[in-house]
């Protein structure tokens, strides 16, 4: 499966997230938008071959200030996705591997941009799963975000809020 229909899907459901957040404001459905996208950029960083500053991906952001980073975000992979695909095979340094090794206690492989293409939805599909959850805690209505909703749908551009 080609790596821009994950991604394309990928921007799709977070923008749908965002449109069924509304103006609901509740602090763990927050945490939970903000980890995704600094997960999305700490990627894209580690990929860039930038230092990546977790500090500085968690800053507190107002709502729509955070859905402009997300944004940004896919901005910025559209102009990257093309140069990534050419290097799948390339190991990725990340930063945090070393606490997890000494967490787990033992070495851990590096990952291929290849695999992290692939983890970078996955773990965003996993923390949307635990959003739409909070949502409906707090009131909202979740919207259907599966991959294969998406294919139902004709493959729908983002709807941004």
């Known amino acids: 499966m080609p790596f821009r229909d994950l991604y394309a899907h990928m921007q799709w459901a977070d923008a749908e997230i965002w449109r069924a957040?509304?103006?609901?404001r509740d602090e763990k459905l927050h945490t939970l938008m903000t980890h995704i996208h600094a997960v999305q950029h700490a990627?894209?960083?580690?990929?860039?071959?930038?230092?990546?500053?977790?500090?500085?991906?968690?800053?507190?952001?107002?709502?729509?200030?955070?859905?402009?980073?997300?944004r940004d975000y896919y901005a910025a992979l559209d102009d990257e996705l093309p140069r990534l695909e050419q290097r799948l095979g390339?190991?990725?340094e990340m930063p945090w591997l070393p606490h997890f090794e000494k967490q787990l206690g033992r070495p851990l492989t590096r990952p291929t941009v290849e695999e992290t293409l692939i983890q970078v939805p996955a773990h965003s599909t996993y923390h949307r799963g635990q959003a739409n959850l909070r949502l409906r805690?707090?009131?909202?209505?979740?919207?259907?975000v599966d991959f294969i909703a998406w294919v139902?749908?004709?493959k729908p551009e983002p709807r941004w809020p």
């Open 21 to 24: 957040i509304g103006d609901i």
């Open 43 to 70: 990627f894209l960083l580690m990929w860039r071959g930038v230092e990546v500053d977790g500090k500085a991906l968690y800053v507190q952001r107002e709502p729509r200030q955070l859905q402009a980073w997300a």
């Open 90 to 92: 390339d190991i990725v």
């Open 137 to 144: 805690e707090a009131g909202g209505e979740p919207p259907l």
């Open 152 to 154: 139902w749908f004709g």
